[in-house]
């Protein structure tokens, strides 16, 4: 497949290929394709960009991961397919932990995922091991399968492309969650502590920036930042329609 | 896979259930799957129900369909997988011909639309024979290509998830087309005579009810209707952050 860089969606395309080639690898599924594509719906109505609000969530975000007593990002399919270097570098940067973490739970699949970050560079990746496996109290064993080493000890974790049922587990059980999802009216930016309204290849670049620069967010309101996000929305569907 | 009656998102989840056994049988291709995510963010942000601007163009499509004198139903992968019984249900009322048209052509997977179709009960499907082959003027051979007997000499072509590019060189090409589309933004609704912002599922059985009625539509403006169907996102926006 050819996308020639002067396409005006060179970059959506470009993405939808890196998860394309994800399934071909074993670590997405069909139905992280389907994810994928509601994904690129809400990047267009955001205009493709990171938007203010989301960048002043990527400060706070960067914040938290430096004061973290222990940060883990949390990965899936998706993820590793789109950004695996991306991931690697910020869990250096703010010493975090990774994390697999996927929503239909397959050791072969979980696997392959460890195996490209520890490619890309990962010394470690947690939530492989059957005997490190514990369950977050308030979902089923196969939705609350974390590490004890990893999400379970956690104060602070990154989910990027994640459910709202999880992330509402992970807070309840006194997480911080930073959450990174295009849709600002889901169920998971609406739960998680932070909620970053970008696209992941572009949210984790931004936060290790703002991390190298041993960021400090200004005061931070994450309702006010969503309703921001919904705003940039409606503006940009009243420039698209003119 | 088991998803209960009474998930709120039920008919969502099993539609995209239906794309993906629609890759398993050889008739949608991965990226058919990205698109089906596409959509449903669209149809996420409708409400997941027919707005009455769609109904208004399912009146107008039916008494175009039923106006004909000879019209065509273009289908893919998708479609095929999410309602071909509604396809060759709506040819039959119409007394339309059904014709495959892949955006990536693929001889495998239109002869097995084809066979699905025929299952559902469609007396014939026109663009699988090299034959009858020829090009559209103005696109390259690959998307331009269309059966001679079917889009070749019809006047009037319904198309469903269908690309901007091919409904605009139909429209140049002297044809009326019907295009069902979620995104009201994209080219394709854009670029056709009537356009119906709704779901596939949905429009196709409303289409075959108002054709079954002997359709008479009212004053019908495609522009203005697209206009409708971008308040009603906007309008379903601000409900839904609030």
Same mark, same amino acid.
């Given at each position: 497949?050819?996308?020639?860089?002067?396409?005006?969606?060179?970059?959506?395309?470009?993405?939808?290929?890196?998860?394309?080639?994800?399934?071909?690898?074993?670590?997405?599924?069909?139905?992280?394709?389907?994810?994928?594509?509601?994904?690129?719906?809400?990047?267009?109505?955001?205009?493709?960009?990171?938007?203010?609000?989301?960048?002043?969530?990527?400060?706070?975000?960067?914040?938290?991961?430096?004061?973290?007593?222990?940060?883990?990002?949390?990965?899936?399919?998706?993820?590793?397919?789109?950004?695996?270097?991306?991931?690697?570098?910020?869990?250096?940067?703010?010493?975090?932990?990774?994390?697999?973490?996927?929503?239909?739970?397959?050791?072969?699949?979980? @696997?392959?995922?460890? $195996?490209?970050?520890? +490619?890309? #560079?990962?010394?470690?990746?947690?939530? =492989?091991? *059957?005997?490190? %496996? &514990?369950?977050?109290?308030?979902?089923?064993?196969?939705?609350?399968?974390?590490?004890?080493?990893?999400?379970?000890?956690?104060?602070?974790?990154?989910?990027?492309?994640?459910?709202?049922?999880?992330?509402?587990?992970?807070?309840?059980?006194?997480?911080?969650?930073?959450?990174?999802?295009?849709?600002?009216?889901?169920?998971?930016?609406?739960?998680?502590?932070?909620?970053?309204?970008?696209?992941?290849?572009?949210?984790?670049?931004?936060?290790? @920036?703002?991390?190298? $620069?041993?960021?400090? +967010?200004? #005061?931070?309101?994450?309702?006010?930042? =969503?309703? *921001?996000?919904? %705003? &940039?929305?409606?503006?940009?569907?009243?420039?698209?329609?003119?």
């Amino acid at each position: 497949m050819e996308i020639p860089r002067s396409h005006p969606r060179y970059k959506s395309l470009m993405q939808r290929h890196l998860v394309e080639e994800g399934v071909e690898k074993g670590i997405v599924t069909p139905t992280g394709l389907v994810a994928q594509g509601r994904g690129e719906c809400f990047d267009y109505l955001l205009g493709e960009r990171t938007i203010e609000s989301a960048e002043k969530a990527e400060k706070k975000a960067a914040e938290m991961l430096l004061e973290a007593e222990g940060a883990v990002i949390s990965v899936n399919g998706n993820v590793t397919a789109l950004c695996a270097d991306a991931v690697v570098e910020l869990a250096k940067a703010v010493e975090a932990n990774i994390e697999v973490n996927l929503f239909y739970w397959s050791d072969d699949r979980a @696997k392959r995922i460890g $195996e490209v970050l520890k +490619a890309k #560079g990962a010394k470690e990746v947690f939530g =492989l091991d *059957e005997e490190s %496996k &514990e369950d977050i109290p308030g979902l089923d064993s196969a939705r609350g399968r974390v590490d004890k080493r990893g999400i379970g000890r956690a104060d602070v974790v990154l989910v990027a492309l994640e459910d709202g049922d999880r992330t509402e587990a992970l807070v309840k059980n006194g997480k911080k969650v930073i959450a990174i999802d295009l849709n600002p009216l889901s169920r998971t930016p609406r739960k998680a502590t932070v909620s970053i309204i970008d696209n992941v290849t572009r949210a984790l670049p931004n936060i290790i @920036k703002f991390a190298k $620069e041993g960021a400090v +967010a200004d #005061g931070f309101d994450n309702q006010e930042n =969503l309703k *921001e996000a919904l %705003k &940039e929305i409606k503006v940009r569907l009243d420039e698209l329609s003119h």
